[in-house]
Each structure stands twice: as structure tokens, then as C-alpha cells.
């Protein structure tokens, strides 16, 4: 008989898209599931949909707290469920109804700690009408998958994966930072004796919803920075081999940080820039010759170093205005 798999849902004011992920949910081809709403403190229609659902399906807990964020959602959701297994779902994306099934076979076949499938970003449903989904299976260490993240760091996400729940008996979902996946992902991949990646489409995440304003700079994309640095560190322990890959990442994502960093006006962006820059002088040399790092990025960090790139900005925005 198949082994319980819990499906944790943190809910936040998706009265628009959540019964289209619920039901995606209650649709699959594999039965012994249960589903946990964290209802983080929602101030639209989404607690009632939660209720309702789980009314007519024993399956489905809900559970209402305070507004706390998505990590302490997953938290919360880890404590109380009672699977073997472990996957966490964003409450306005949904699911391929065979996706549990493929993941648990996954792991099943791979004797894996963690199984990933492929995914695909959409805005309208109208992208998802056709779309290629050739399914390939590759058995992976711990090592191959963190060298892959370190050249994808959309593999951090939570979501898309089936883990054993034993992964989660010492970690939690960090509470602290904004890119909070970042803070947690590489720890689960090390722990794993095996994890298996099978390429077919079975997670759909919408950017329906999405801002306009994500190109805007935002503070809290410093998070970025702190994670790489933090991938970084771990890596120089525990894989020498990836080292020099990830200090690569980390000056990469520092160096795109500090050109948005150049503009800022507040005393804060200023020092923070400065002390990027510092870093960055310190090893620009090492970086540009990095055969991994594309022109753009060797230029960016030798501009940051000489304290050009503000100036660069300036010429390109009077060149635009002709």
C-alpha cells in the first residue's frame, strides 16, 4: 500500500485561484494524501473556500493563523502533518493530476530522499493549451544536484518536490529573509542519500498574479546576496569540488545587486553599495577570468570597481533621451 503523503498549502488571499488548486489536488491518479490549509491570517474569501473544502473531503485540515508569512505557513504545516512523505504547494498555482503518483514512483524507484519534477510558468491559462512534455528520469547525488543549483538557483523553490518528511526533523523554514528558500534548499539536498529528477511538466505555477512592480529594487533582494554567500560558505565545507562555482554565483548576484545599489539615493543604499564594492574590487581579477561569467557581467564588475557604473548609467540614460 502506498505510504501517507502530506500536501502542506499556504493560503494568503487567493480567493481567485484556490479552489483551481484544490481541485487539481483532490483530481489525482494516487489516493492516500492528506491536504493542510494554513490559512495565514487571509482577509478575502479564501478561509470559507478552506472550510468548505474541507467539509465535504476528510482529507482536507485547515488550520487559521495570524499573518506570519509563507515560511511560518510551512512551518506550521510540518508540525502538525502526519506523512511519511511531504510536499508543499503555492495556493494560486496547481498540479498535473499524475504528479503525486510520478514523484512517489520516483522516489520509490530511485530509493531517493527527494524526488523533483519539471515545471512551467504561466500568465494565462491560454500558455498551458500546448506544451512539450517529454519525460526523462535521472537518478542524482547530493553533489549533482547542488552543482545544478548553482547554476539554476530556481531549483531552490519548495515546491515541485517530494520529500521524506525525516528530511525536516532538525530544519525549518527560515523566518528571517525574503528569498527564504534560498536558506533552506541546499541543506535538504545535503542531506539526501538520493534524489531523482524526472522532466515532465507536472507543477504549473502562475504569475497571474504577479506584480508589475517586480523590477522595481527592493531591500529586501539583499536576501539574494546573504543566500549566495551562505551557499558559498557551505560549499568551501562540504563540496570543495563546487567552491569556486558558487563564489561565482555570489559575486554574480552582488555585482546585478550593486548596479541597481549605484542609483540609490538613502544613506543605507549608499553604504551598502560601498561595502559590495569593496568586495567586488577585491576580486574582480579572479572573477573576469572565470570562463563560467558572460561578458555583460565581467564588464558590470570592472565598471563597479573602478566606481564607473553610476556614470555608465548616466550616459545611457542621456543616450536614450536623444
Same mark, same amino acid.
Request: hydrophobic fraction near 30%.
Given at each position: 500500500m502506498d505510504k501517507l503523503v502530506s500536501i502542506i498549502i499556504p493560503v494568503y488571499n487567493v480567493e481567485k485561484y484556490l479552489e483551481r488548486c484544490l481541485d487539481s489536488i483532490i483530481d489525482q491518479s494516487f489516493s492516500n494524501f492528506e491536504i493542510i490549509l494554513i490559512n495565514?491570517?487571509?482577509?478575502? *474569501?479564501s478561509p470559507s473556500i478552506c472550510e468548505t473544502y474541507a467539509l465535504s473531503n476528510d482529507k482536507i485540515k485547515v488550520v487559521h493563523q495570524n499573518n506570519k508569512g509563507p515560511s511560518a505557513a510551512r512551518n506550521s504545516g510540518l508540525d502538525i502533518c502526519c506523512g511519511e512523505f511531504v510536499m508543499f504547494i503555492d495556493s494560486d498555482d496547481f498540479v498535473d493530476s499524475n504528479m503525486i503518483r510520478t514523484l512517489y514512483s520516483d522516489?520509490?524507484?530511485?530509493?531517493?530522499? !527527494?524526488s523533483i519534477c519539471n515545471s512551467i510558468k504561466? +500568465?494565462?491559462?491560454?500558455?498551458?493549451?500546448?506544451?512539450?512534455?517529454? /519525460?526523462?528520469?535521472?537518478?542524482?547525488?547530493?553533489?549533482?544536484?547542488l552543482e545544478w543549483l548553482l /547554476?539554476?538557483?530556481e531549483l531552490c523553490v519548495p515546491w515541485g518536490k517530494l520529500y521524506r518528511k525525516r528530511l525536516f526533523d532538525h530544519l525549518r523554514f527560515d523566518l528571517?529573509? #525574503? *528569498?527564504?528558500?534560498?536558506? !533552506? !534548499?541546499?541543506?535538504?539536498?545535503?542531506?539526501?542519500?538520493? !534524489? /531523482?529528477?524526472?522532466?515532465?511538466?507536472?507543477?504549473? #505555477?502562475?504569475?497571474?498574479?504577479?506584480s508589475l512592480t517586480r523590477s522595481n529594487f527592493n531591500y529586501r533582494k539583499l536576501d539574494m546576496v546573504e543566500a549566495t554567500k551562505l551557499w558559498k560558505e557551505f560549499m568551501e565545507i562540504n563540496y570543495p569540488n563546487l567552491a569556486l562555482k558558487a563564489n561565482t554565483l555570489f559575486m554574480t548576484v552582488m555585482i546585478n545587486t550593486c548596479t541597481s545599489l549605484s542609483e540609490m539615493k538613502d544613506e543605507f543604499g549608499k553604504k551598502t553599495y560601498r561595502? #559590495?564594492?569593496k568586495i567586488i574590487s577585491k576580486n574582480c581579477l579572479s572573477y573576469i577570468k572565470a570562463?563560467?561569467? *558572460?561578458?555583460?557581467?565581467?564588464? +558590470?564588475?570592472?565598471?563597479?570597481?573602478?566606481?564607473?557604473? =553610476? #556614470?555608465?548609467?548616466?550616459? =545611457?540614460?542621456?543616450?536614450?533621451?536623444?
Open positions: 495565514d491570517g487571509s482577509t478575502d *474569501n522516489l520509490e524507484q530511485g530509493n531517493a530522499d !527527494i504561466f +500568465k494565462s491559462i491560454e500558455d498551458l493549451k500546448t506544451y512539450p512534455n517529454k /519525460t526523462n528520469f535521472i537518478e542524482m547525488t547530493s553533489e549533482e544536484v /547554476t539554476d538557483h528571517e529573509h #525574503y *528569498n527564504e528558500d534560498m536558506f !533552506i !534548499i541546499h541543506q535538504l539536498f545535503h542531506l539526501a542519500s538520493n !534524489i /531523482t529528477y524526472n522532466s515532465s511538466a507536472l507543477y504549473f #505555477y502562475s504569475q497571474e498574479s504577479e561595502e #559590495y564594492r570562463e563560467d561569467v *558572460n561578458q555583460r557581467d565581467k564588464i +558590470k564588475a570592472i565598471l563597479i570597481m573602478l566606481n564607473l557604473y =553610476k #556614470y555608465f548609467v548616466k550616459l =545611457k540614460k542621456i543616450r536614450s533621451s536623444y
